[in-house]
């Protein structure tokens, strides 16, 4: 298989070196009969996505190409911290690509064996489904909170925000709105153009209406 490894290390690890990583997945994929391909290195944390972590956004961009079959990383904290979901649903994108993916430290979290990628993906797409679930239940609580306490807004750092931290929008933001709703505007154009959400463009016509 044409493989590309992907190493990172965080810019809070003082003195570490990506070379550790790179020399034992090169070792690797020689030993495996892999074509090495590519090499991708962020020193960057793996908290932040592909905005941040360039070369895990060249990844993606060259796996959608289908530059390479395999992706081999040393652990998948190393390949992603941003927490379950966003980290499933990047190995899942790769999938979607036909890539393979290869954690050299951990065992089961290996698709280079097409036997088990269809189970790995389904049990990982299960965990993030049971976490997005708990995520909006979390959420849902919290509105219902701020609702039943009837002092949804608050002051925060100079603005208007509701309880669960979001900033309320002003009267002249709001009548932007309504503006642009009268002209014909879709509530997906206004928000896109306003840096809003459509779900807050649809509340604040409602609200106008």
């Known amino acids: 298989m044409r493989a590309a490894i992907y190493a990172r290390v965080s810019t809070d690890d003082k003195g570490q070196t990506p070379e550790n990583q790179l020399r034992e997945l090169r070792a690797w994929c020689k030993s495996a009969g892999h074509e090495l391909v590519g090499e991708y290195v962020d020193h960057e944390s793996g908290k932040n996505g592909t905005k941040r972590r360039k070369r895990f956004a060249q990844l993606f961009e060259d796996a ?10 040393w652990a998948l904290d ?4 941003e927490g379950m979901v966003p980290t ?31 189970v790995l993906l ?4 299960s965990l993030a489904k049971a976490e997005s679930q708990k995520i909006a239940t979390r959420v849902r609580a919290g509105m219902r909170r701020v609702a039943a306490s009837g002092k949804p807004w608050v002051s925060k750092k100079g603005r208007l925000v509701d309880g669960l931290g979001r900033p309320k929008l002003d009267v002249l933001r709001r009548r932007e709105i309504t503006k642009r709703l009268a002209a014909g505007a879709t509530a ?17 016509a409602k609200t106008s209406a």
């Not at 959608?64 to 990383?73: A, E, N, T, Y």
């Not at 499933?88 to 089961?108: K, M, N, P, V």
């Not at 389904?122 to 797409?125: G, I, K, N, R, V």
């Not at 154009?189 to 604040?204: E, Q």
Request: glycine residues 4%; charged residues 25%; proline residues 2%.
């Open 78 to 81: 190393r390949f992603s911290r």
């Open 122 to 125: 389904a049990l990982l797409s």
């Open 64 to 73: 959608s190409r289908r530059k390479f079959d395999l992706v081999v990383f």
């Open 188 to 204: 997906y154009r206004v928000a896109k153009d306003l840096g809003i959400s459509p779900h807050t463009v649809a509340k604040y």
């Open 88 to 118: 499933i649903q990047h190995l899942q994108r790769l999938d979607s690509y036909g890539i393979a993916f290869h954690s050299y430290t951990e065992a089961h979290l290996n698709t280079d064996n097409e036997l088990v990628r269809n």
